[in-house]
């Protein structure tokens, strides 16, 4: 009698048990299929080098699982990066392997600014939305398909700023004119070639100075593609042709800057001696060397922000909703405000880094 119970009550809870696992492999399964939805966000970068782009991609990543927690994971994103060495052809190859792995969105940080079509033909045939971003693509290549956007900041804007920022130090230090001949001697380290950034930067940036009546001297424009080892070794070339008559340094970015301070101070020079530097993108050293006095000023370029965009606009995309809601130019752009900045509010962009 006492075995029958005790085998009958095995099997009980073992019967049991079994309804217990097939309830939750049905609604875990159900989960799975109908209520999960799987952005699978494909990002490209022209340079894996690139410290600014560094900073939005990681952000792109921290977004990511911020946004499917908060989702209740009804939502996931998942990212996958590659970079292409600087080349497109690398890049359209990347974004080919990226659509046959899945991926349902694009980010993409074209190489060639001029030379979208691949991409773009790849993205229409698998109906993919791609968001452009940091590197702009001309309007027409942007026009060419409805699910094509972009996401970056104003070139003239930073120009225009760091131009500002410059004639504020100028007209408070005479002391710059080191040669007290009345115009300032002044060098341009420039991002690469083609870019818009690096053309229009240059452009607003003296074009400003000499408006506001600033007679400028230039010594020479040198090109260092965004980097800081080719930064320090262009500056050492530049001393050593015009040694301490360089007074005042335009840099179309901050790694550039640092790599000017680097060949500065590898010199020894006295600080005395030092010309001032701008730079635009308010990386974190960049903003203790503003505080330390050893950069005059940068243009904040706001990478999470940018970020923040190309996000929602991969979430909506994919969800298929209304894009109206972004309030993009002509539906398809957005673009970031930059903001200045010099020793007199430096702190509160620390606070963000
Ligand atoms: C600029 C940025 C540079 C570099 C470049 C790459 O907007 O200021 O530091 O990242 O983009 O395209
Ligand atoms: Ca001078």
Redesign the pocket.
Known sequence: MKSFFKNNGRRFLSALLMIALTVCLVSCGTVETSDVKRLKLGVVIYDEGDLFLKEITDELIAQAKKRSKTSGEKLQITVSVRYARSKQNIQDDQVEDLIDNGCNVLAVNLVDRNDPMDIIDMAKKNNIPVIFFNRELVLQDLNRWNGLYYVGARAAQSGQIQGQECVEYLKQHPEV?????G???YVVLRGEINHQDAIIRTDRSINTILDNGIPL?KLSYEVANWSRLQAENKMNQLLESYGNSI?LVLCNNDDMALGVLDALQKRNLSRTSYPVIFGVDGAKEVLSDIKKGLIQGTVYNDGKTQADKVMDIAVRAFEGKDLRGLSMTDGKSTYVDYQKVTIDNVDQFLSLK
Not at 177 to 181: G, Y
């Open positions: 004119d080191r040669n007290h001949d115009k300032i001697q001297d007074e």
